[in-house]
T-cell receptor
């Protein structure tokens, strides 16, 4: 089944404890993105990647890191999480052939930082 | 910079009626728009897109209309069903080239009354 998977789905952590949210897609998509969703603010793009080893900042990159060492994986790293990073996070992927904007989203990771 | 916004945070319609969800954008150079649907507890799902060289595009029970003069687009859902209950987002690419960088509106929650 074609899908985008994220792990973990739920995470409660404390301020300053490094964490990684994994994202993997099995569709051989070139493009991948990370978003955060907050009430009243909609979806905001954190980072995006056009292909392996090609990443760039979205609208809200502060406090986050990403890497794209393999085509299928795009982990999101929070080196020192803070309470304002409490949010619902989505990973998405898309195929260059149909354009990078027909994105397939994962199920989301709900992160709480205390 | 680019910006998209939805007119109403919530829209309530009777089952079987037609729904119209509106979205405005600020950048007259925007040439591509996408509608996503997000059901409760799930990631957004691509519905339909439209390029600026078109005024109208139809899908299955959905139609998107684009008015470039007033920088407005709408998503029309015919014969609204309970399964259409969701949050609907309009989105448009931002930045130069096909980077995968998207900006989303805040979303309109569609409630379908039985």
């Amino acid at each position: 089944e074609a899908q985008v998977t994220q792990n973990p789905r739920y995470l409660i952590t404390v301020t300053g404890k490094k964490l990684t949210v994994t994202c993997s897609q099995n569709m051989n998509h070139e493009y991948m993105s990370w978003y955060r969703q907050d009430p009243g603010l909609g979806l905001r793009q954190i980072y995006y990647s056009m292909n392996v080893e090609v990443t760039d900042k979205g609208d809200v990159p502060e406090g986050y890191k990403v890497s794209r060492k393999e085509k299928r994986n795009f982990p999101l790293i929070l080196e020192s999480p803070s309470p304002n990073q409490t949010s619902l996070y989505f990973c998405a992927s898309s195929w260059a052939g149909t354009g990078p904007y027909e994105q397939y989203f994962g199920p989301g990771t709900r992160l709480t930082v205390t | 910079g680019e910006n998209v916004g939805l007119h109403l945070p919530t829209l309530s319609v009777q089952e079987g009626d037609n729904s119209i969800i509106n979205c405005a954008y600020s950048n007259s150079a925007s040439d591509y728009f996408i509608w996503y649907k997000q059901e409760s507890g799930k990631g957004p799902q691509f519905i339909i897109d439209i390029r600026s060289n078109m005024d109208k595009r139809q899908g299955q029970r959905v139609t998107v209309l684009l008015n470039k003069t007033v920088k407005h687009l709408s998503l029309q859902i015919a014969a609204t069903q309970p399964g259409d209950s969701a949050v609907y987002f309009c989105a448009t690419p931002t930045g130069q080239g096909n980077t995968g960088k998207l900006i989303f509106g805040q979303g309109t929650t569609l409630q379908v009354k039985p």
